[in-house]
T-cell receptor
């Protein structure tokens, strides 16, 4: 099956710093990727849809200046959490959509972000 | 709006017990329905899916039937194993041309030997 690699799996950073999370589709091209956030014991909430070569589409209530998304190639999307605060601590998961009809979405292993 | 509701966990079972995890949805149009599984420390893996009413998805002994009349997609397995311990997410996809999903809150399953 299709593989999506997310890196890093865990990261601890200090308040005020920025953290970049990478999402790569290893064996297929993904024009569309999705970024989700998962709070403890809660569901995955879609943050934004990342489109290759164009601006990301953010869900209501998600700060686009806080969560910068770049999708510069067909196999890589990045999420940068800028000026991180402890309330940004969470589990972030990406998924990459293949080009079949209907498309299938494959998930990365997630990134546990802890802001101290 | 579109939403998915799952039964609250954790669900604790003994090995070889019968499993049911309830999932109901609210959606406009004709969504596709999915079950994903998340093992500890890992991402989500697609377990099974159904794309239209009365379809039954099945995989690894798990199955779920798309019931439009009750807007449900309950997950079942006849005999669980310790290795089935994980978090299970029910999800729906509204548009057929996108991989965008709406998830339920997840249900933790603990299977004891």
């Amino acid at each position: 099956g299709a593989v999506v690699s997310q890196h890093p799996s865990r990261v601890i950073c200090k308040s005020g710093t920025s953290v970049k999370i990478e999402c790569r589709s290893l064996d297929f091209q993904a024009t569309t990727m999705f970024w989700y956030r998962q709070f403890p014991k809660q569901s995955l909430m879609l943050m934004a849809t990342s489109n290759e070569g164009s601006k990301a589409t953010y869900e209501q209530g998600v700060e686009k200046d806080k969560f910068l998304i770049n999708h510069a190639s067909l196999t890589l999307s990045t999420l940068t959490v800028t000026s991180a605060h402890p309330e940004d601590s969470s589990f972030y998961i990406c998924s990459a959509q293949d080009s079949y009809n209907p498309p299938e979405a494959f998930f990365g292993q997630g990134t546990r972000l802890t802001v101290v | 709006g579109n939403s998915v509701t799952q039964m609250e966990g954790p669900v604790t079972l003994s090995e070889e017990a019968f499993l049911t995890i309830n999932c109901t949805y609210t959606a406009t149009g004709y969504p596709s329905l999915f079950w994903y599984v998340q093992y500890p420390g890992e991402g989500l893996q697609l377990l099974l899916k159904a794309t239209k009413a009365d379809d039954k998805g099945s995989n690894k002994g798990f199955e779920a039937t798309y019931r439009k009349e009750t807007t449900s997609f309950h997950l079942e397995k006849g005999s669980v194993q310790v290795s089935d311990s994980a978090v299970y997410f029910c999800a729906l996809r509204i548009a057929s041309n996108t991989g965008k999903l709406i998830f339920g809150q997840g249900t933790t399953l603990q299977v004891k030997p």
